[in-house]
């Protein structure tokens, strides 16, 4: 059983004599012993908590697993070759001389696992231990293994079979049995060998004009377990203060699982310390959140081996290693969109766009670098479904244009048909269209690009005059729809912040923006989805809606005619109509669909040329008491069913939009 339950380590370096024995492994045998505290305290004081990987300490945490550890040791020194041995739980260790001469040089370790760490001496385990933390180690590591080995053995069965047939045929043919060839078949036998288990190279260490792309690409796979070549890969070298190494890759693809990029502990990077592998869980020790998708392998001679998650936090080092980590992850994907073509940063964008944008609102040391990373559609674009930048945006900006104009919506199609974009696009400006939940939020911390603002065409304070004639015109339209501005601001209340007259629509009889500070109505619209949303922030933050009028369109001249004429009911269900049909363009929701729906309904009568009020009466009859109801002995009597007056068309006067001396 002990037997079973044994494992073997074997080195064949310099070995210890009888006294480095004593010195190396007894000293944590005499627990609290004044050397050890001194120990403790010189490498405090020195700022050095590197103890692990120093023989005599990690060594002891053998007995973890091992009720009893047997160290055979033969020095360079000289000839004699001794054994140490210790029990679990014993204070108490013995050195004697090994009579046998087993080994030339060096070290063996034998430990006599506990039932419970049976696992340890599986080679399964055993490999997948050196692999994930030693396989970049520069000296071999052998294991002794089984493995599936092809062997060629006859198949008594086939070959019995073939020579019964061989000798049916011989007696057919009347001649002599022959004996066949035997059948041979392939069966797998457990072939036990020492195998070398860390074959891969660390490349990070070689010089990258010696590395080829396909190097790059297939160590990348092996190492993250990916089947896609990576977008991009820088390798580098630091060298001053600190010296680290390593290599960043941009994968093919985004995981499956969105929501592993975001995850609490990124496990893309992986941190070595002497090619010893330390760790690949971390917070944002050495990536930012945004940054979380690359991955990479990092090797530093400076941190100690045993790096705790309190030395990664308050290591200057720890710290000039992310700040590197992030700017050339940054310089990557600058590369990567420089490409002529864009393919692969177009993928790159499909991929991490969303990353990117957080960074923008994260990264305020960055911000100004990951701007120009970012890309959205335009009204501007000559393809289907291409991307532009800002600074393509800036090359085509019109002659004395100032700000960047954008509109966020729910989806493309949206932003292209609201009203707010209409004069715009129609004087030649180019929009942004908007259309990720968090490009609004980004695009509100950017605020600004390249000393220009970037304005939400939604909100209020647009001003599209080009000149001084412009603005004058609009000054004396103001004062000639003075009548309708004050009239839709008493009939709509507090509904409305103000009314206004616009020069932002060409089509849309009206609009409503919201106020500068507050949110847009894509923006509200977003906070509402929030499961864990704050009503008094809701209401603290919704913008003021403003709503403006176009005083080209043929419905405010007709409101402004009913306006004049003080027919105040007509004007007041127009200016209702108007009011929430612009809730709906604009990017709201209607307080009641179902009184906005019964509107609509009755418009459509109308334009059939139905007489909306012959179905009032049925609606009167429907309404009256229960008591007028006839009895249930009474025969009920039959009613006569309203009919819908149909209203013959007569030729009103052209000038009247509204028909006003037709009234029903």
Not at 30 to 51: D, H, I, V, W
Not at 160 to 181: G, L, N, Y
Not at 277 to 283: Q, V
Not at 334 to 350: I, N
Request: net charge negative; aromatic share 8%; proline share 3%.
């Amino acid at each position: 059983m002990l037997l079973a339950l044994c494992l073997r380590c074997r080195d064949s370096g310099i070995g210890m004599t009888k006294e480095q024995l004593l010195e190396n492994l007894g000293t944590i045998a005499r627990s609290g012993t004044k050397r050890f505290m001194e120990m403790m305290k010189e490498a405090k004081s020195a700022g050095e908590n590197n103890l692990i990987g120093q023989f005599g300490v990690g060594f002891y945490s053998a007995f973890l697993v091992a009720d009893r550890v047997t160290v055979v040791t033969k020095s360079a020194e000289e000839d004699k070759q001794w054994i140490w041995s210790a029990a679990a739980g014993s204070h108490k260790f013995t050195i004697k001389e090994d009579e046998s001469t087993s080994l030339i040089r060096g070290t063996r370790i034998v430990l006599h696992c506990k039932e419970d760490a049976d696992e340890l001496i599986d080679p399964v385990m055993l490999s997948r231990l050196i692999k994930q933390y030693s396989q970049f180690i520069s000296f071999p590591i052998k294991l002794y293994s089984a493995k599936k080995e092809p062997v060629k053995v006859v198949d008594d069965e086939a070959t019995k079979r073939k020579q019964e047939a061989e000798d049916k045929k011989a007696a057919e043919e009347s001649r002599e049995k022959t004996t066949v060839e035997p059948v041979m078949k392939t069966e797998y036998t457990d072939s036990w060998d020492w195998r070398t288990e860390n074959e891969n190279k660390p490349i990070w260490v070689r010089n990258p004009k010696d590395v080829s792309d396909e190097t790059y690409n297939e160590f990348f796979k092996t190492t993250f377990s990916e089947f896609l070549d990576p977008l991009a890969h820088q390798h580098f070298n630091v060298e001053g203060t600190i010296e680290f190494s390593g290599i960043l890759y941009i994968p093919g693809m985004a995981p499956f699982d969105q929501q592993q990029m975001q995850a609490a502990k990124s496990r893309n990077i992986k941190l070595y310390v002497k090619r010893v592998f330390i760790s690949d869980e971390f917070d944002d020790n050495l990536m930012p959140r945004y940054l979380s998708f690359i991955k990479g392998v990092v090797d530093s001679s400076d941190l100690p081996l045993n790096v705790s998650r309190e030395i990664l936090q308050e290591s200057r080092i720890t710290r000039l290693i992310r700040k590197q980590l992030v700017k050339r992850s940054i310089d990557m994907i600058s590369d990567l969109a420089s490409v002529e073509g864009g393919e692969d940063y177009r993928t790159f964008w499909e991929n991490f766009g969303r990353n990117i944008k957080i960074g923008v609102i994260e990264d305020t040391e960055n911000r100004d670098k990951l701007a120009k990373l970012v890309r959205f559609y335009s009204s501007a674009a000559t393809e289907e479904g291409k991307l532009v930048s800002l600074d393509e945006y800036i090359t085509r900006m019109k002659d004395g244009q100032k700000a960047i104009y954008y509109m966020a919506a729910d989806n493309l199609d949206v932003a292209r048909s609201a009203p707010f974009v209409e004069k715009l696009i129609s004087k030649g400006y180019e929009v942004l269209y908007l259309i990720d939940p968090v490009d609004e939020a980004m695009v509100t911390n950017l605020a600004t690009y390249d000393k220009r603002d970037l304005v939400d065409v939604s909100k209020e304070g647009l001003n599209l005059s080009d000149n001084e004639e412009d603005a004058k015109k609009t000054e004396e339209v103001t004062k000639e729809f003075a009548a309708v501005v004050d009239f839709l601001k008493k009939s709509l209340g507090e509904r409305v912040e103000a009314v206004k007259v616009s020069d932002r629509l060409t089509d849309s009889p009206c609009a409503l923006v919201t106020s500068k500070f507050g949110w847009s109505a894509n923006m509200e619209r977003i906070m509402k989805g929030q499961a864990f949303g704050d009503q008094r922030t809701m209401e603290y933050m919704k913008g003021r809606k403003i709503m403006e009028i176009n005083p080209d369109s043929d419905i405010i001249k007709g409101l402004k005619t009913l306006v004049a004429e003080k027919d105040e009911d007509r004007a007041r269900d127009l200016a209702d109509l108007l009011f929430e049909t612009s809730l709906l363009t604009s990017g709201f929701a209607v307080d009641s669909p179902r009184d906005y729906a019964g509107k609509v309904f009755t418009l459509m009568k109308i334009a059939l040329g139905y007489d909306g009020s012959a179905e009032s009466a049925p609606a009167a009859e429907s309404a009256a008491p229960a008591a007028e109801a006839p009895k249930a002995t009474e025969t009920p009597k039959k009613t006569k069913k309203a009919k819908s007056t149909v209203i013959e068309p007569e030729v009103v006067d052209p000038n009247d939009p509204w028909g006003g001396n037709n009234k029903a």
